[in-house]
């Protein structure tokens, strides 16, 4: 065969640049040769990436926690009833820094399901206890 699918299959030959088995000329190349970028060597900064990541959502991430840097306090589209912004220190030691975590408020809990498309049948009664529950389950979880 002449090597399954996509363009071989089109065109009766592999690659497109190699000359056909009917004797057609390939493709063109430019044959011009590849530019070093300037100063010369890898296009890549040595050190690696410092500039700002982001989240699928265009959010600035937090590099410490991988968050979105500020964190979303304000109600979501189509939320009735306002949740509490207040968010819990954790006992949970946050490495390398000396200081713990901190657990998202419920209204950060609500954004987030929401942002999943996770709420299902969930209500904005239901976060608080949710919220409690995710945060004792951590505490007990980390203590063993």
């Known amino acids: ?5 996509g363009f ?3 065109f009766g030959r592999k690659n497109p ?3 056909g088995k009917d004797g057609s000329p390939g493709l063109p190349t430019t044959g011009a040769p590849q530019q070093e970028p300037p100063g010369g060597g890898c296009p890549v900064k040595a050190g690696g990436n410092k500039s700002q990541a982001y989240n699928v ?9 991988q968050m979105p840097a500020v964190a979303n306090q304000l109600p979501s589209p189509g ?5 509490s912004t207040e968010r819990v220190q954790s006992t949970i030691p946050k490495g390398g820094t ?3 975590w901190t657990y998202p408020s419920p209204q950060m ?6 942002r ?12 608080a206890p949710v919220v409690a529950l995710h945060n004792n389950m951590n505490e007990k979880t980390w203590a063993k």
Not at 57 to 65: G, H
Not at 109 to 114: C, K, Q
């Open 109 to 114: 809990f609500y954004n987030s399901l929401a």
């Open 57 to 65: 959502y265009s959010q600035p991430i937090d590099p410490t926690n």
């Open 17 to 19: 640049h190699l000359p």
């Open 98 to 100: 000396g200081g713990t």
């Open 116 to 127: 999943k498309s996770k709420l299902g049948d969930t209500t904005e009664e239901d976060i």
């Open 79 to 83: 939320q009735t009833e306002k949740l």
């Open 8 to 10: 071989g299959r089109m």
């Open 1 to 5: 065969g002449n090597g399954g699918g």
